[in-house]
Nanobody
Framework: QVQLAESGGGLVQPGGSLRLSCAAS????????MRWYRQAPGKERELVAT????????SYAESLKGRFTISRDNAKNTVFLQMNSLKPEDTAVYYCYAPRFSSWGQGTQVTVSS
């Protein structure tokens, strides 16, 4: 059974940073690409970033390039999202996603506000 558990969200001031984590289980984590999505209130869920199985290839939503970094630790079955220079418009629920299994985590809330 595929399980994804996000953590690391919270309240942060504009300009601050957060690091989200997603712990995966139930599949051979190191064999599959992973993604982060986000959904802001009243908006559709949008793709934030993708990382290949070994971590050597990454891609980002154009508007987030340079501020967000996706990475993974295959020894710990965990994918990360480092978010810097956060803006109020980054406020959303952030979800981890395993595309091969069409499986979502429960999400973690990120609120950027002064």
């Amino acid at each position: 059974q595929v399980q994804l558990a996000e953590s690391g969200g919270g309240l942060v001031q504009p300009g601050g940073s957060l690091r989200l984590s997603c712990a995966a289980s139930g599949f051979t984590f190191s064999s599959y690409a992973m993604r982060w999505y986000r959904q802001a209130p009243g908006k559709e869920r949008e793709l934030v970033a993708t990382i290949s199985s070994a971590g050597g290839s990454t891609s980002y939503a154009e508007s987030l390039k340079g501020r967000f970094t996706i990475s993974r630790d295959n020894a710990k079955n965990t994918v990360f999202l480092q978010m810097n220079s956060l803006k109020p418009e980054d406020t959303a629920v952030y979800y981890c996603y395993a595309p091969r299994f069409s499986s979502w985590g429960q999400g973690t809330q990120v609120t950027v506000s002064s």
